[in-house]
């Protein structure tokens, strides 16, 4: 049960586009559709921004899309905005009835 | 309202044990698939353990199998986490969540801070 790996922190200017790795295993990204992403803003409770790889919540901006390429997801932010600054998770299902998520990755807007 | 409250966190020694509660509200509890998450203090979320809608199945992180246990109860819309034998890196805010769609983590509760230390 070995976290997902992601970039410790990633950065942008207001207005530009960033990424954000999840890479895994066969047995839980690559194997799997149940991939989700979260925001957490210091001191706040996570909040699911992404799932199913590339579903968004109803009501939530479509700055915000994911993707998926073999073992590893990915997040896409658009048009950074300043209160995009937070910690982003991915999280998925594994073979063995379990979930995992990442290290998580602080977003700086600069 | 839809809300998840947690509760029964504290101060507790190394190798004593506590029980959390999680209680749902506004929504069929009995629908959802349940889970604990927690964040040790600046680090990253870790899943702990979850539960199936009627409790008929449960899984573990390897760090707690054999120590935590989780159970519901669907007739008081509860969520329960019993830990035995807690160690200092059981320290963490301990997260109630609901699985939504049998694929994400749709709902979260404020949490309830667990701090092992003698």
């Known amino acids: 049960q070995s976290a997902l790996t992601q970039p410790a922190s990633v950065s942008g200017s207001p207005g530009q586009s960033i990424t954000i790795s999840c890479t895994g295993t066969?047995?839980?990204?690559?194997?799997?559709?149940?991939v989700s992403w979260y925001q957490q803003h210091p001191g706040k409770v996570p909040k699911v921004i992404i799932y199913?790889?590339?579903k968004r919540p109803s009501g939530l901006s479509n700055r915000f899309s994911g993707s998926k390429s073999g073992n590893t997801a990915s997040l896409t932010i658009s048009g950074l905005q300043a209160e995009d600054e937070a910690e982003y998770y991915c999280?998925?299902?594994?073979?063995?009835?379990?979930?995992?998520f990442g290290g998580g990755t602080k977003l700086t807007v600069l | 309202e839809v809300q998840l409250v947690e509760s029964g966190g504290g101060l507790v020694q190394p190798g004593r044990s506590l029980r959390l509660s999680c209680a749902a509200s506004?929504?069929?509890?009995?629908?959802?698939?349940m889970h604990w998450v927690r964040q040790a203090p600046g680090k990253g979320l870790e899943w702990v353990s979850g539960i199936s809608w009627n409790g008929g199945s449960t899984a573990y992180a390897d760090s707690v199998k054999g120590r935590f246990t989780i159970s519901r109860d669907n007739a008081k819309n509860s969520l329960y986490l019993q830990m035995n034998s807690l160690r200092a890196e059981d320290t963490a805010l301990y997260f109630c969540?609901?699985?939504?769609?049998?694929?994400?983590?749709?709902?979260w509760g404020r949490g309830t801070l667990v701090t092992v230390s003698s």
């Open positions: 999280a998925s299902y594994t073979s063995i009835r379990t979930w995992v």
């Open positions: 506004g929504f069929s509890f009995d629908d959802y698939a």
């Open positions: 969540s609901r699985e939504g769609g049998g694929t994400h983590f749709d709902l």
């Open positions: 066969s047995s839980d990204v690559g194997g799997y559709k149940y």
């Open positions: 199913d790889v590339s």
